[in-house]
């Protein structure tokens, strides 16, 4: 992994994420998705083929029936795909949770923790008495050794978590490949430790405010010590081939069972688990690389108990079938989806979560006239309605409603008053007015290309809206599909200059979104940079530059902290308004439609891939 040596050969948060180079796919692609109900979404581009048949529902009338896309690994440090990710979040469990995706942890195996006076030093109590499902207790040497493995292991693709985002302090060393020198991890230096078995002792490089809600990822979830022999000191018990698609232990509320490739996943209720033992007795999923399979074996032939917002293709949704009946005091839209076209009535939950889809402009590539242009051209709203059928809330912060500082009422207000290019509302006369003043016209048009993911038909849709409008500006826009491991690589070469792209919470702050907006980090002259758009050399880049500086300045869970970090991050939305890198488009609605013999707990904020399904009971099925 590549990293920046310090003074104290310890790797700081803000310099890990500039220097990173040798997992610069990791880096770059964290959070990062072009998922936009076409597709179940992933991190890595990890996409699905078309083809493939579903398996026959299981008989056993107390296992939750689903469907799921291809996954790619029930490892916990190597998954990057919700896919994987909603299976893992079953099968085992870490020192905190994210409770049915809500975006306020609670302790899991941890009992409690306490925090040093200059908020580096994390002592973490862990539960008695808790066990994996080979029958072992988890002890805090288990998490040492799973949070190595986070770190140094070649099958981890979130070492950044631990190393950076969190900034547990550690070591770096020099090595040399194919003539290249760079600085690594040392394995074995993080500072963690088992103080005794129930207590962990984790030394960070300096304060971070979400550091609790971090360890809430499976990616920190325990597994056996020395169950794989990836890293430094262990041989392992088994392989981890064997360990990441056959035999996954873990000490979560159900217990892996089977596995088989784009056919089906199956887990079995945990008797010993150490929380509230599941209702049902297991969990089924139909696993298809197929959208349409997917659609037709859920939606169309009734043979899962509930399906998911990306599961139902946006190109057969149908908003009249939605019918709200209230929206709770979360903001989740409540009510029923039907007639379906088995004539079945669905219940349904609709809630925008942590997330936000933009259109992202290379500022050396598309001049800023241009950019504004598009700007007053979109109407959010209209894009919603008309391309995404209603399942998103209009966009005009890269920050999400719910921890936008002051939360949803003052995202609303402060876009209402000041985002300058129309407020749900297109101002086609702006556009004109704007590219004239800079000297285009009917004879001297400007260009670009905007690339649209792949399998995406409503982003390449989004995008000849965009591109009629902009018509009558003296824009030629022209629209493009690449796939979605395509569009990444490019991005990071600098070799786009207008693409769709999306973001999903690591943690649930603003500084999770708005580090693609540190204008340092957008630099592809970089090995890794986290997002695409080149911004630098103007006022507004130098105002979001500085603002940033606040946020790291300004970590720590304090509440002064936190007003100085809520002020920052208003700073770099306005800075964005202003230059616009990112086009700020729509945030999407998670969705959930289940038949009414299925009694689950509603999804938080961390959306549907994070809930667990042992509180979820199943009545008679019709």
């Known amino acids: 992994m590549g990293g920046w040596m310090t003074d104290t050969d310890n790797l700081s948060r803000r310099r890990f994420l500039q220097a990173t180079g040798g997992a610069a796919s990791a880096v770059a692609l964290a959070g990062c998705t072009g998922g936009d109900g076409n597709q179940t979404t992933t991190t890595e581009g990890n996409q699905t083929d078309e083809g493939g048949d579903t ?44 409770p049915n995706g809500s975006i306020e942890i609670e302790n899991q195996i ?32 288990d998490f040492v050794y799973s949070w190595e493995r986070l770190a140094a292991s070649s099958n981890s693709r979130r070492a950044y978590f631990i190393l950076s985002s969190i900034g547990v302090e550690h070591e770096t060393e020099t090595v040399t490949e194919d003539g290249e020198e760079s600085e690594v991890y040392k394995s074995g230096s993080m500072a963690v430790e088992a103080v005794d078995d129930y207590t962990i002792e984790m030394q ?35 392989s981890h081939k064997k360990f990441s698609t056959e035999n996954p232990i873990g000490a979560g509320p159900f217990k892996f069972d089977k596995w088989q ?6 887990v079995t209720k945990y008797e010993d688990y150490h929380g509230s033992v599941a209702n049902i007795d297991g969990v089924h999923w139909n696993i298809s690389s197929s959208s349409d399979a997917i659609y037709n074996y859920g939606i169309v032939n009734q043979n899962a ?61 598309v001049e800023k006239p241009v950019r504004q242009a598009a700007a007053y051209a979109l109407n959010q709203q209209e894009a919603v309605d008309k391309v995404f059928k209603g399942r998103g809330e209009s966009s005009y912060h890269f920050t999400p409603p719910s921890i936008y500082p002051g939360g949803a009422p003052e995202y609303e207000k402060h876009a209402k008053n000041n985002y300058p290019y129309g407020y749900n509302e297109a101002k086609l006369g702006e556009a004109k ?21 792949e399998s995406s038909d409503t982003w390449a849709e989004l995008g000849k809206l965009l591109r009629d409008k902009l018509s009558s500006a003296h824009i030629e826009m022209n629209v493009e599909r690449a796939p979605f491991s395509t569009l990444l690589k490019r991005g990071r070469n600098g070799n786009l200059q207008a693409y769709s792209l999306g973001w999903v919470m690591d943690w649930p702050a603003p500084d999770n979104f708005l580090q693609l907006l540190n204008p340092p980090q957008t630099d592809t002259s970089l090995d890794a940079p986290i997002s695409y758009i080149n911004w630098s050399g103007t006022d507004a880049a130098e105002r979001a530059k500085e603002a940033w500086k606040t946020v790291e300045n300004n970590a720590a869970p304090t509440d002064e902290a936190e007003k100085a970090r809520n002020e920052a991050y208003v700073e770099i939305e306005e800075a964005n308004w202003e230059d616009l890198g990112f086009l700020p488009t729509y945030h999407r609605m998670d969705e959930r439609f289940k038949y009414d013999w299925v009694d689950c707990p509603r999804f938080g904020g ?17």
């Not at 923790?113 to 040497?141: M, P, R």
């Not at 609790?212 to 890293?231: H, K, N, Q, R």
């Not at 007015?433 to 001297?444: F, R």
């Open 55 to 98: 398996n026959k529902p299981s008989d056993d009338a107390n296992v939750l029936r689903l469907i799921n896309s291809t996954i790619s690994t029930l490892d916990p440090v190597k998954s990057t795909d919700t896919a994987g990710g909603t299976v893992i979040q079953q099968v085992f469990d870490g020192l905190m949770n994210y």
């Open 110 to 141: 941890a009992k409690g923790h306490d925090i040093s006076e200059d908020f580096t030093t994390y002592t973490l109590k862990l539960k008695e008495g808790v066990k994996f499902h080979n029958g072992d207790e988890v002890t805090a040497q």
């Open 204 to 238: 960070l490089s300096e304060p971070f405010h979400a550091t609790m809600e971090m360890l809430a990822y499976t990616s920190f979830a325990a597994v056996p010590e020395g169950i794989v022999g990836d890293i430094d000191g262990y041989e392992g018990e088994m």
């Open 261 to 266: 490739s784009n056919t089906e996943a199956k």
């Open 305 to 365: 108990d509930m399906v998911s917002g990306e599961q139902l293709p946006t190109a057969k949704y149908n908003p009249n079938k939605v019918n709200v009946e209230e929206t709770d005091d979360v903001g989740r839209k409540v009510g029923t989806y039907g007639p379906t076209k088995s004539d079945a009535t669905m219940d349904y939950t609709g809630f925008a979560t942590i997330n936000a889809f933009y259109i992202g402009f290379n500022t050396d590539a």
């Open 433 to 453: 007015k704007v590219m004239e003043e800079a000297g285009y016209g009917p004879d001297n048009k400007a260009s670009f290309t905007f690339t649209a993911y």
């Open 606 to 622: 961390a959306g549907v891939s994070r809930q667990m399904y042992n509180k979820v009971e199943i009545g008679d099925r019709k």
